[in-house]
C-alpha cells in the first residue's frame, strides 16, 4: 500500500500532497516538513530510499523518492510494495505528466494542481496502483478533458473570453505582478 | 428580477479563479496569511450563491489551500453539493475536494450514499469512475456497508476500466466492512483470471494486500497464482504473485519446493532488476521456511548470495541498498553463507550514504563472533566519533550495544573492555537517551558478571570524579544514575571507596538542569561511608574514620537545602545517621550540633569516659562494642544483593486463591479471620439493615487487640513479600567478616589513548606469543586471576560467567507464551475462512434487506419518502431500520396470530437471532425496540400500507442487490424468491 504521495519543491513548499489514510490538515503539514527535512539533506549520488520517518509510517514504511530539477517525488509506502517498481512509478508519473502539460515544469504544477491530482487518480486509487501503462493514462485522460470541453460548451465562453482577458495585461494586474517576482518565475521555468 | 440574476452571474466572472488565487498568494509572500483569510472570506461569500459553477470554483480554491494546510473541513457540505452537481466538471471538482479533505469519521458523510450509489450507476464509465477514486480516499463503515453491493455489481461491468476500479475498490469496502469478504470473495477470484490484463493485476494487488495479513486464508489460492506466475509477463504482477508466495511458503512448505525451480529460472532469464530483486526475496523465504533437508537447497543459498553480492557491488546505490537488505534476510537462517561476504559489509560500513551504512550496520548482528567483536566495535567506535546525523548516531549506539550485550553476552570474552567501552561511550557526552543505554548497560554487566563488579567500580568511581570536576554532558547525567549505584554497590577496595565519597557528594551538588542521579549520589555516599566504616573496623582506625565522617557530613551541609526535593530529604537522612556514628565515634566533636541536648546514653558514655582513666577494661570494650554495633547496624541498612528479575516476573506471580480485590479492606475482614474479635458482632449486625453505610467505608476505630493482630497480619505478609527488606538476617554481632579484597590498585588509565584499544592489543599481541609457542601467562593474569588460561582455544571459551535469565515467582516457568498485545489492526476482522460454502444470511442481498439506506440525504429527496405516512410515525424515532423491521415483523405477526403476545415476544427474539446472527449491538437495540412495540398492542400494525410499504422497499433493493445476474424483468419472481429465501433463513421460527 501507498500510504501518501507528495510533491515539494526544493524549498519544501507542497505542490501535491496525497494522503491514502487520514491525517488533519496540522499532521499533513508537518509530514510535509519533516519528510522535505529527511530528504532534502541527501546527496544526489546515494540511494532512493529513506527509513526512518517518525510522523507517518513507522518501522513497516519506506520513503521512497526521486529528486528531479527543482522537484522532489515522495511516495511513502509499506513493505508490500517492491522499492524498485515504486521508482519506476514515479517515472511514469512524471512522464504522464510531462505528457500532459508538455515539458512539465514546476510552474505547471503551482497553477494546476488539480490537473496533477487527475493524472495521479488514473495513476494509483486509494493506495494502490491501478495502472502502470503511460499511453492508456494518457487516453483515459483525454477523454475525460474531452466530456469536459463538451459539456462546458458555449456557456463556458464567457468565463473563458474573462479569464482571457484577466490574462491580459491589465493594469489591475501589472500592479498584482510585483517585478522582483518575475526573475524567481524565470528561474522556476528551468525544468 | 431575471435581469438581477443575469447580472449577478456575470459579476460573478470576475471572482478569482483558482490561477488568480494561486497567483495572489505568490504575490503576496509577505502577508499571506492575510491574504489567504480575505480569499477565505471571498469565498465564503462565493459559496452562498445558488450558482454550481461559482460554488464549485469556490471549491477548487478551497482544495488548494487544503493542501496549504488550512481546514476545510466547515465547507464539507458544500463540497458535497459540488459533488452531486449533473456536470462532469462540477464532479471532478467535488470529488477532488472530498478525496483530500473528507475521512471516515467525516460528519454528514451518510448524505452522500445515494448520490454516490447513482455516480456509481451512471452511464458514463468516467463518473463512476470518479466516484470509486472518491470514494476510495474517505469510505466509512456505514458507506461501505451500503455501497458494498454497487460496487461488487460494477466488478462485473463490461468496461474493463471500472471492473480494475471497482477490484480495487473492494479491498477498501473489505477493511471497513469485514462482512462483505466472503460474500465477494468468489467474484474477486474469478477476477483474477479476467481476459483483461489490468483486471488480473488489480485483483492480484488486492489479493496479495489480503494476504499479507492473513495468510493461511488464501493457500487455496496458490496454484491460480502459480499458472499465472508462470505465464504472465506483465513485471507489476509478477513482482506482486512473488511477494504474495514469499508471504504463502511459511506456512506450506511444499509450496516453497515447487517455487524454486521456475523462480531460480526468472532469476536467470529477467533483466528487470526489480523483479530480480523480488524473486530472490521471496527464494529467501522459502529457503527459511523449509530450512534445509532438501536437495540443491545450498545451491539456491549460494545463487542468492552470489547475485546479492552482485547487487551490492552495482554502482547504482540503490542496488546497493536492497542486496543489504536482502542479504540481513539470509542472514537469519543461513548466518554462514554471509559471513562469507563480511570484507563486502565492512566495506559498506564506510560508503558516504547513510541509509546504505545503516542496512551495513543492521548486516553486523550476525557477523560478530568472539573473535572479532573488538575489532568491530572499536571500528564503530570510530565512527561514532565523527558521525553527524543523530539517527545514524542513534543507530550505531544502538546497535553497538546490540551486538555486545545479544544473547547474554554471548561474544564478550573480556567485560573489563566492554566497560571500558561503554565508559568511553559515556565520555563522547552524545544525548541523554544514549546515557539511558548505556546507564542499562553497565547496571545489568554489574548484576549478571560477578567477575566485573571490582573493576566495574573503580571505573564508575573515575566517572563520579570526572563528573564532580567539570560540568556533566548530557550523557554522564544519565550514566551517573547508573554508576553511583554500582560504585556504591559493587565496590570493594577501601581506597576506591574512600576516594568516591566526596566525588559523589560533589555530583549531588550538581546543578544546571534536571539530574535523576542526584539522590542516588547522597544515598551512594551514605552506602559507601557505612562499607568502609565496617570494613576496617577491626583495625583500629578511628581517626581516620572519625576523619571521615567529619567529611562526608561537611559534604552533606550544602546539599541539606537543596531545591531538589529528594536530594534534600536524603541529606538529612544520611546527616542523621552518621552524626549517630560519630557521636559515638567520638563525643563532643566539633562538627556534632552543639546545641543539641545530648540523649539520655550519649550523655552517660561521654561523662563515663571524660571521667575515667580508671575506667575496667570490660567497660572500655562494652564501648567498644556499642560502636560496632552501631556501624555494624548502620551497614547492615545496605546489605543483601540484587539480582536481575526475569522481564515477566511480575506477570507469573500466582494470585493467592484466597485474594479478593473487589473486597474491602474493612475491619470485618480481620475479624472473620479471627474468632475472639468484639468487632465482629457489630459488623455482623449493620450489615443485612444497612448494607449501604455499611459498605461504604471502613471505619477507622480499631481496638488495641485488633491493632495487633493487623500488625501481625502485616508482619506475615512482609515476610513473605520480596519487595521488603527482610529481617530474617540475625543482627548478631559476631556476623561473618565481609571479606576484603585485597587487591593492589592498577596502574593509573591512561585517558588521552582509547583505553579499550589495549585490551584488543594485549589480546593480539597474547595470540602471537601463543603462536610461539609460549606458556607466558596473558598481560590479564596479573590482572586478574580469570584469565589465566593455558591454551588460545580455552581462551575463547572461557569468560566469566555470565547469570542469565531473571528471578522469577516460585513455580513459574520463563516462556512466551503470553498472546501478542491486541492492536487495532482492522485486518484482524479480515480473518475469516473464505473456503466455508456462503451462508444464505450473509448474503449482501439479505443485508442490504435489513439496513435500508439510511439518512437519505437532503439532495435526493426524492428517493426518501418511505415511512411518514404510516400511523407509528409520530410515536416512533426517527430510527428509519427500527421502524422497518418493526413492519417485518408486524407482518410475520400477523401470521402467527394465534399465538399469544408473550410467545411472540419470544419467536421475536429468537427470529432476530437466527437472521441477524452477525450483528452485534445494533441488533441489540432492536430487539429493545421490537419487544416493547409488541407490548404496545394499541399500536400493533396490521395495517396493508405497510405491506405494500414493504414490498416497493423490496423492489428497490433487489433492484440494486441482486447477487444473481437477475434482470429487471424478472424482479418479482426474484422478489418472491426472496421471500422464499427469508424463510429458509430463519429456521428459529420453524423451531417455535
Not at chain 1, 512539465?104 to 487518480?121: R, T
Not at chain 2, 435526493?860 to 416512533?876: I, L, Q, V
Amino acid at each position: 500500500m501507498i500510504k501518501a504521495i507528495l510533491v515539494f519543491n526544493n524549498h519544501g513548499k507542497p505542490r501535491l500532497s496525497k494522503f491514502y489514510q487520514y491525517f488533519n490538515e496540522d499532521m499533513q503539514q508537518q509530514i510535509i516538513k519533516e519528510t522535505f527535512q529527511l530528504v532534502s539533506k541527501r546527496d544526489d549520488n546515494v540511494c532512493n530510499f529513506l527509513e526512518g520517518g517518525s510522523l507517518i509510517g513507522g518501522s513497516d514504511y519506506k520513503l521512497i523518492y526521486r529528486h528531479y530539477a527543482t522537484l522532489y517525488f515522495v511516495f511513502c509506502v509499506d513493505s508490500s510494495e517492491s522499492e524498485l517498481g515504486i521508482l519506476d512509478l514515479i517515472q511514469v508519473f512524471v512522464e504522464t505528466l510531462d505528457k500532459c502539460f508538455e515539458n512539465v515544469c514546476e510552474l505547471d504544477l503551482i497553477f494546476h494542481a488539480d490537473a496533477a491530482h487527475q493524472v495521479l487518480d488514473e495513476l494509483v486509487m486509494g493506495g494502490m496502483v491501478l495502472q502502470t501503462n503511460m499511453a492508456e493514462i494518457l487516453c483515459r485522460l483525454q477523454e475525460q478533458n474531452k466530456m469536459q470541453k463538451a459539456e462546458a460548451g458555449i456557456s463556458a465562453a464567457p468565463a473563458r473570453a474573462v479569464s482571457a482577458v484577466k490574462s491580459m495585461n491589465l493594469p489591475q494586474q501589472l500592479r498584482d505582478m510585483k517585478l522582483p517576482d518575475l526573475p524567481q518565475a524565470i528561474k522556476d521555468l528551468k525544468f | 428580477m431575471a435581469l438581477k440574476k443575469v447580472k449577478g452571474n456575470f459579476e460573478r466572472m470576475f471572482d478569482k479563479n483558482l490561477t488568480d488565487l494561486v497567483r495572489g498568494i505568490r504575490n503576496n509572500k509577505d502577508n499571506e496569511a492575510k491574504y489567504i483569510a480575505q480569499c477565505m472570506e471571498e469565498i465564503k461569500i462565493e459559496l452562498r450563491q445558488d450558482n454550481i459553477a461559482v460554488k464549485a470554483n469556490a471549491v477548487a480554491k478551497l482544495t488548494y489551500l487544503q493542501m496549504l494546510g488550512y481546514d476545510i473541513s466547515w465547507a464539507i457540505f458544500n463540497i458535497i453539493e459540488v459533488m452531486s452537481s449533473n456536470k462532469f466538471t462540477c464532479k471532478r471538482v467535488g470529488y477532488l475536494a472530498a478525496s483530500q479533505s473528507f475521512h471516515a469519521d467525516s460528519e454528514l458523510l451518510m448524505l452522500t450514499t445515494n448520490m454516490i450509489r447513482k455516480d456509481l450507476n451512471a452511464q458514463n464509465q468516467y463518473e463512476a469512475g470518479l466516484a470509486l477514486s472518491g470514494l476510495s480516499c474517505f469510505i466509512s463503515h456505514d458507506l461501505a456497508r451500503d455501497l458494498a453491493n454497487d460496487i461488487m455489481t460494477l466488478m462485473s461491468s463490461t468496461k474493463p476500466y471500472l471492473r480494475m476500479k471497482a477490484v480495487l475498490m473492494m479491498y477498501k469496502v473489505f477493511l471497513r466492512y469485514p462482512e462483505a469478504l466472503r460474500p465477494a470473495f468468489p467474484k474477486l477470484k474469478e477476477k483474477l483470471e479476467d481476459p483483461d490484463p489490468g483486471v488480473q493485476s488489480a485483483a492480484v494487488n488486492v489479493v496479495c494486500e489480503l494476504a499479507r495479513k492473513n495468510p493461511k486464508n488464501y493457500l487455496s489460492l496458490a496454484p491460480i497464482f502459480f499458472k499465472l506466475m508462470t505465464t504472465s509477463t506483465n513485471n507489476w504482477m509478477l513482482i506482486k504473485i512473488i511477494k504474495l508466495f514469499g508471504a504463502l511458503t511459511p506456512l506450506e512448505p511444499r509450496l516453497g519446493k515447487k517455487l524454486i525451480e521456475p523462480l531460480t529460472n526468472l532469476i536467470h532469464s529477467t533483466s528487470a532488476m526489480s523483479l530480480l530483486y523480488e524473486c530472490i526475496n521471496t527464494v529467501i523465504a522459502v529457503l527459511i521456511s523449509i530450512s534445509s533437508g532438501m536437495p540443491g537447497h545450498a545451491a539456491s543459498v549460494q545463487l542468492c548470495v552470489q547475485k546479492l553480492r552482485i547487487l551490492i557491488e552495482d554502482s547504482d546505490q540503490n542496488l546497493k541498498y536492497l542486496g543489504l537488505l536482502a542479504m540481513s534476510r539470509i542472514l537469519k537462517s543461513h548466518p554462514k553463507s554471509v559471513q562469507a561476504h563480511k570484507d563486502l559489509v565492512s566495506a559498506c560500513l564506510d560508503d558516504k550514504d547513510e541509509s546504505i551504512r545503516l542496512r551495513a550496520l543492521g548486516l553486523l548482528y550476525g557477523m560478530v563472533s568472539k573473535k572479532n567483536l573488538m575489532e568491530i566495535v572499536k571500528k564503530l567506535m570510530s565512527h561514532m566519533e565523527r558521525a553527524e546525523g543523530t539517527l545514524y548516531r542513534d543507530e550505531l549506539l544502538t546497535r553497538m550495544i546490540e551486538i555486545c550485550s545479544q544473547n547474554n553476552y554471548q561474544h564478550v570474552v573480556d567485560f573489563e573492555w566492554y566497560i571500558t567501552v561503554l565508559a568511553e561511550l559515556t565520555e563522547m557526552e552524545t544525548s541523554a537517551k544514549h546515557g539511558c543505554i548505556i546507564a542499562a548497560q553497565l547496571t545489568e554487566v554489574g548484576a549478571r558478571v560477578a567477575d566485573v563488579r571490582p573493576f566495574a567500580a573503580r571505573e564508575c568511581g573515575a566517572l563520579c570524579a570526572r563528573v564532580a570536576a567539570a560540568p556533566p554532558g548530557p550523557a554522564s547525567r544519565e550514566v551517573l544514575y547508573a554508576a553511583a549505584y554500582v560504585l556504591s554497590e559493587y565496590c570493594e577496595e577501601e581506597e576506591v571507596m574512600l576516594n568516591a565519597v566526596s566525588p559523589l557528594l560533589a555530583c549531588a551538588g550538581v546543578g544546571g538542569g534536571y539530574m535523576r542521579a542526584r539522590a542516588v549520589c547522597v544515598h551512594a555516599a551514605l552506602k559507601l561511608c557505612a562499607r568502609l566504616l565496617r570494613a576496617r573496623r577491626d583495625r583500629n582506625m578511628r581517626d581516620q574514620d572519625i576523619e571521615l565522617i567529619r567529611e562526608c557530613l561537611a559534604g552533606l551541609r550544602p546539599l541539606l537545602c537543596s531545591e531538589d526535593m529528594e536530594v534534600q530529604e536524603r541529606a538529612h537522612n544520611a546527616t542523621a545517621l552518621l552524626t549517630l556514628v560519630l557521636r559515638e565515634l567520638s563525643p563532643g566533636d566539633a562538627v556534632l550540633p552543639a546545641e543539641e541536648p545530648p540523649s539520655a546514653t550519649g550523655l552517660l558514655v561521654e561523662h563515663e569516659q571524660s571521667n575515667g582513666l580508671e575506667n575496667a577494661d570490660d567497660e572500655e570494650t562494652l564501648n567498644q562494642n556499642a560502636k560496632e554495633d552501631l556501624i555494624e547496624e548502620l551497614a547492615q541498612l545496605f546489605d543483601g544483593e540484587l539480582k536481575p528479575v526475569a522481564p515477566k516476573a511480575q506477570k507469573k506471580v500466582p494470585m493467592p486463591p484466597d485474594l479478593n480485590l473487589d473486597q474491602w479492606l474493612s475491619r470485618d475482614r480481620w475479624s472473620s479471620e479471627s474468632s475472639s474479635s468484639e468487632g465482629e458482632g457489630e459488623g455482623e449486625e449493620g450489615g443485612p439493615m444497612f448494607p449501604a453505610p455499611h459498605d461504604a467505608r471502613p471505619t477507622a476505630q480499631f481496638t488495641p487487640e485488633e491493632l495487633d493482630m493487623l500488625r501481625e497480619a502485616r508482619r506475615q505478609e512482609q515476610a513473605n513479600n520480596p519487595h521488603y527488606l527482610k529481617d530474617d538476617s540475625p543482627r548478631s554481632y559476631q556476623q561473618d567478616d565481609i571479606p576484603i579484597a585485597e587487591i593492589a590498585l592498577e596502574v593509573p588509565l591512561q585517558i588521552h589513548t582509547k583505553r579499550s584499544d589495549k585490551y584488543l592489543m594485549s589480546r593480539e599481541s597474547s595470540s602471537k606469543k601463543k603462536k610461539e609457542k609460549r606458556t607466558t601467562k596473558k598481560r590479564k593474569a596479573k590482572k586478574q586471576d580469570k584469565h589465566s588460561t593455558d591454551s588460545e582455544s580455552e581462551e575463547w571459551e572461557r569468560r566469566p560467567a555470565v547469570c542469565a535469565g531473571g528471578e522469577l515467582p516460585e513455580g513459574a516457568a520463563p516462556s512466551d507464551d503470553e498472546p501478542p498485545p491486541p492492536h487495532d489492526d482492522p485486518h484482524h476482522a479480515l480473518d475469516l475462512d473464505l473456503d466455508r460454502p456462503l451462508r444464505e444470511d450473509e448474503l449482501l442481498t439479505s443485508r442490504l434487506q435489513q439496513y435500508p439506506s439510511p439518512g437519505v440525504g437532503l439532495l435526493d429527496k426524492k428517493k426518501d419518502k418511505p415511512a411518514k405516512k404510516s400511523k407509528n410515525a409520530e410515536n416512533d424515532t426517527p430510527d428509519k431500520p427500527v421502524k422497518k423491521k418493526k413492519d417485518k415483523k408486524s407482518k410475520q405477526r400477523k401470521q402467527s396470530a394465534t399465538e399469544s403476545i408473550k410467545n411472540e415476544k419470544t419467536e421475536d427474539i429468537l427470529l432476530i437471532d437466527g437472521v441477524f446472527k452477525s450483528n452485534g449491538e445494533q441488533l441489540k437495540e432492536d430487539v429493545v425496540e421490537n419487544t416493547e412495540l409488541t407490548v404496545d398492542e394499541g399500536k400493533t400494525l396490521k395495517t396493508e400500507k405497510h405491506k405494500k410499504k414493504k414490498e416497493s422497499k423490496n423492489k428497490d433493493q433487489t433492484i440494486s442487490s441482486k447477487k444473481r445476474k437477475s434482470t429487471k424483468k424478472d424482479k418479482h419472481e426474484s422478489k418472491t424468491g426472496y421471500e422464499e429465501a427469508l424463510g429458509i433463513s430463519t429456521p428459529s421460527k420453524e423451531v417455535v
